[in-house]
């Protein structure tokens, strides 16, 4: 399948409650980039993966973890979830050859925190 | 630190009339800037960027680095152009190359 995938579409987690998005990169992309996009705000970084170690941080904090595997795709991890994690988180998949030229979004997955 | 800034939240045009969306950025190096576009229900898309100094879908933008600004115009406006769109910029450094987005502009063409 082309292109990038994310599941689940949406999620409602309880405050302190741990959650795992998941996301496939499109074919070939070795490179994954999680972004998350809060209500009425543009996408921030949160982190970048190559070749299965982060090589990029954004200014979020440690319980913001994360996961590339050997077949590229990933997974964000948040632990003690807090109301302000509720946002829509995206991910990005890219060749690490393209640089910033060749990211591939896909559509995200609406998380609630209540 | 690099910051983008889309001064408009809301953009309404007509349908024929020509329309601009602003972007500012802050940079210290020499940026790579981006527009990209959602339409409704769709996923982000990247529209252009400036390096390519290409028109899609007849939209073009210039990167003005002496005001830091890299504004989006389209001649004409059309209805499908009505979506949000956010100015990004990723400093292009190294291997981590992530993006900066503005807060995005509500571009509304009306009939």
């Known amino acids: 399948e082309t292109g990038v995938t994310q599941s689940p579409t949406h999620l409602i987690k309880t405050r302190g409650q741990q959650v795992t998005l998941r996301c496939s990169s499109q074919?070939?992309?070795?490179?994954v980039s999680w972004y998350q996009q809060a209500l009425g705000q543009g996408p921030q970084f949160i982190f970048q993966y190559y070749r299965e170690e982060e090589n990029g941080r954004g200014n979020f904090p440690p319980r913001f973890s994360g996961l590339q595997f050997p077949n590229y795709s990933s997974e964000l991890n948040v632990n003690a979830l807090e109301l302000d994690d509720s946002a829509l988180y995206l991910c990005?998949?890219?060749?690490?050859?393209?640089?910033?030229?060749?990211?591939?979004f896909g559509s995200g997955t609406r998380l609630t925190v209540v | 630190a690099q910051r983008v800034t889309q001064p408009e939240k809301l953009l309404s045009v007509f349908k024929g009339a020509p329309v601009e969306l602003k972007c500012n950025y802050s940079?210290?190096?020499?940026?790579?800037l981006f527009w990209y576009v959602q339409y409704s229900r769709q996923r982000l898309q990247l529209l252009l960027r400036?390096?390519s100094r290409e028109s899609i879908k007849g939209f073009t933008a210039d990167l003005n680095k002496g005001e830091t600004s890299f504004h989006l115009k389209k001649p004409f406006a059309q209805e499908e152009d009505s979506a949000m769109y956010y100015c990004a910029l990723s400093g292009g450094g190294g291997s981590n190359y992530k993006l900066t987005f503005g807060k995005g502009t509500l571009l509304t063409v009306n009939p």
């Open positions: 990005a998949s890219s060749l690490a050859a393209a640089g910033a030229y060749g990211y591939t």
């Open positions: 074919s070939g992309h070795n490179t």
């Open positions: 940079y210290s190096g020499s940026p790579e």
């Open positions: 400036h390096i």
